[in-house]
């Protein structure tokens, strides 16, 4: 089965302007997507990278559910160093939709390449920790998302894979 197969079955429908795995679980599956800006139809895709391991997703979904937005959003505005991650982070994530976008601009004439991570329109107010734990997984240092992840559940993988056919 082929990767793009892979997570169509993690995610339950067709990946949108899927370009590649980013990072793969210990068991060797996809975890996080890496994205176009537009798909195919030139749609913008604000999420660069896409969690998709449902183990991660689950965790990750339980995080936010017990208010994880909110209180990451208010430790990145209290805290120099995890607003300085966040700044830098943001830049990379445009940087990079720029250059993944190679000129196009889509349906929305290019004004999607300026969102921050997730698609935020105001980066210092996270919208989605699910891209920032995908980003911070696909980009090693981005510390807000390092600390994300590491608040998670422990073990961060599961002992079998929740990917692979039984």
């Known amino acids: 089965m082929d990767d793009r197969a ?3 079955r ?10 590649r795995v980013a990072v793969r679980c210990p068991f060797g599956q ?5 994205q176009s800006p537009y798909d195919t139809a030139g749609e913008p895709f604000p999420t660069t990278f ?3 391991c449902p183990h991660l997703v689950a ?14 959003s208010a430790s990145a505005d209290e805290d120099p160093q995890l607003a300085r991650s966040l700044l830098e982070a943001t830049t990379a994530q ?3 939709r720029l250059e993944l976008a190679a000129g196009r601009q889509g349906a929305d004439g290019g004004a999607s390449l300026e969102l921050g991570i997730g ?9 989605c920790l699910h891209a920032h734990a995908a980003f911070a997984l696909a980009n090693p240092g981005y510390t807000l998302g390092e600390e994300i992840v590491a608040e998670l559940e422990q073990p961060l993988w599961p002992s079998r894979c929740c990917t692979a056919p039984s």
């Open 50 to 52: 896409y969690l998709t």
């Open 6 to 8: 892979i997570v169509a």
């Open 30 to 34: 996809p975890a996080v997507t890496e």
């Open 10 to 19: 993690q995610l339950g429908r067709p990946p949108r302007a899927f370009r």
């Open 59 to 72: 965790a990750v979904s339980r995080l936010e559910a017990a208010g994880g937005v909110e209180r990451w």
């Open 119 to 127: 698609g935020s329109r105001t980066p210092e107010r996270l919208k």
């Open 94 to 96: 445009r940087a990079l």
